[in-house]
C-alpha cells in the first residue's frame, strides 16, 4: 500500500478484514455500514472474473471492498468530481490501479464509457429519499446528490442496472425496508428475479433499517431466498459478535478464489 497524500479535511478510513482504507472528507461525504454490508453481501459469479461496475461509487467505498473478492476489472461510477478524485486516489492508494478504474461521469451516461449487456455484476448504495414536497432536504450539494433522488429515481436506476447487466448477470442494492415494494415493482418491470433478501437490524428489539438484496436480470421462477437477520448492535451498543467478524475477522476473499 502506497502512502497517502490527504488534503485540507480529508481522512483515512478503512476496513481491517479487507485490508482496504478509503480517502473520505466527512464535510463532502462518508461511507457507512451499509455500504460495507452491500459489500460483504455480494457473491460473485465465476470468481469475479467479469466487470462489475459499482453506481454512485461516492469515495468509492463500495467497489474498493468488494475488489479484493474478484478476479476482475471493478469500475466506480460517481457524478461529483471531488468524489470521484478522491476514490481515484484511494484506488491508487490500494494499489489496486491494474484492476479499478474510476469514472467521472453521470450513471445515465456510463455507456459511452462501458458496453451494455457487457456487466456481470452491478452494484448500488442509491439515495434513499425521493424528492417530493413532504422530504427535507440537505441544503449541502454533495449530501443532497448522495441522500436524494436528484440525479437519479429508483426506477432510473433499475433502468440502468439492466441496460449493463448480461443475462442473468446480478444486480446487488442497499436500501430502506419502508421502499421495499417500491424497489420490487421497479425490478419486476425490467424482469428482474430477486434470488436473495436480507434485512439489517440496528439492535434485535428495533424494525429493520436496511436491506440487502440479490437480484438476476432475466431470471427464473426459483424464488427468493430469505436470510437470516443481520443485527448490528448489542443493548449495550457493542457491535454484536456477527458484525465483529465481518469487520475485523477473516478476509472476504471466496474460498474458491484460486
Given at each position: ?7 485540507p479535511?480529508e481522512r483515512?478510513d478503512?476496513?481491517p ?6 480517502i473520505?472528507?466527512?464535510?463532502m461525504?462518508?461511507y457507512s455500514l451499509?455500504?460495507?454490508?452491500l459489500?460483504y453481501f455480494a457473491?460473485p ?8 461496475v ?6 468509492g ?9 474478484v ?6 461510477v460517481?457524478?461529483q468530481?471531488e468524489?470521484?478524485?478522491m ?10 490501479s491494474?484492476?479499478?478504474?474510476v469514472l467521472?461521469t453521470?450513471m445515465k451516461q456510463?455507456f459511452?464509457e462501458?458496453?451494455p449487456g457487457?456487466?456481470?455484476?452491478v ?7 425521493s424528492t ?5 432536504q440537505n ?15 429508483l426506477?432510473?436506476l433499475v433502468?440502468?442496472a439492466n441496460k449493463?447487466l448480461?443475462?442473468?448477470?446480478k444486480?446487488?442494492?442497499v436500501?430502506?425496508p419502508e421502499?421495499l415494494t417500491e ?14 433478501l436480507q434485512?439489517i437490524?440496528?439492535k434485535a428489539?428495533?424494525p429493520?433499517?436496511m436491506?440487502l438484496?440479490?437480484?438476476i436480470?432475466?431470471?427464473?421462477s ?7 437477520p443481520l443485527?448490528a ?6 457491535y454484536t459478535p456477527?458484525l465483529r ?13 484460486r
Open positions: 500500500m502506497t502512502t497517502a497524500k490527504l488534503r479535511g483515512l478503512g476496513l478484514a479487507q485490508n482496504i482504507q478509503i473520505q472528507n466527512p464535510d461525504f462518508a451499509d455500504a460495507i454490508l459489500a457473491q459469479k465465476k470468481k469475479g472474473r467479469g466487470l462489475s459499482d453506481l454512485g461509487a461516492g469515495t467505498a463500495i467497489g474498493l471492498f468488494y475488489a479484493p473478492k478476479l476482475g476489472p471493478v469500475k466506480l460517481e457524478i468530481p468524489l470521484a478524485d476514490a481515484a486516489r484511494s484506488v491508487a492508494l490500494n494499489d489496486l491494474d484492476r479499478v478504474s467521472n453521470d456510463v459511452d462501458v458496453k457487457s456487466v456481470d455484476t452494484l448500488a448504495n442509491p439515495p434513499y429519499f417530493n414536497e413532504k422530504t427535507k441544503v449541502d450539494r454533495h449530501y443532497q446528490l448522495a441522500r436524494h433522488e436528484v440525479a437519479i429515481d426506477p432510473g433502468q440502468v449493463l448480461k443475462n442473468h448477470g444486480f446487488y442494492l436500501h430502506r421502499r424497489i420490487m415493482a421497479a425490478l419486476a418491470t425490467k424482469n428482474f428475479a430477486i434470488s436473495r434485512f437490524y440496528g428489539d428495533r429493520a433499517n436491506v438484496l440479490e437480484a436480470k432475466d431470471g427464473g426459483g424464488g427468493t431466498r430469505v436470510l437470516p443485527v448492535y448489542t443493548n449495550q451498543n457493542d456477527q467478524e465481518i469487520l475485523y475477522g477473516s478476509a472476504w476473499t471466496l474460498p474458491d478464489k
